[in-house]
């Protein structure tokens, strides 16, 4: 059973230090800004095929949003919050992804 409150936390939280606005999180997540809303809000819950694309953008695991115990290790990158299109947010996602995978098989490579 997920805990939709702490996916609600750490959606706001990656969202925010990410400095996205809902508005743009929702243009690229294909949903209307106040379904983000009302999931930062702990009213809804998120999909799990959002909170895939989610994690892709902000360059963590599923896990993040789910397992209090998990870690988050940000994606070192710099960009523009203001002035980004989906298709950027598409981009974005697109290399974090590369990252995670990269990251992931350094480190089964390192025996984690």
């Not at 690229?28 to 999909?47: A, G, H």
């Not at 989906?86 to 025996?111: P, Q, S, V, W």
Request: some cysteine; aromatic content about 8%.
């Amino acid at each position: 059973m997920l805990n939709s409150e702490l996916v609600s936390k750490r959606f706001n939280e990656l969202r925010s230090k990410s400095g996205f606005t809902q508005s743009q999180i929702a243009e690229y997540l294909q949903v209307d800004q106040s379904y983000i809303s009302k999931c930062e809000n702990n009213e809804r819950q998120f999909s799990i095929d959002i909170l895939e694309k989610a994690a892709n953008l902000f360059g963590c695991s599923i896990e993040y949003f789910t397992n209090e115990d998990s870690e988050f290790s940000p994606m070192p990158i710099a960009l523009r919050a203001k002035g980004l299109t989906t298709e950027d947010l598409e981009t974005i996602a697109a290399m974090n992804k590369i990252a995670l995978n990269l990251r992931y098989m350094e480190d089964l490579l390192k025996g984690e």
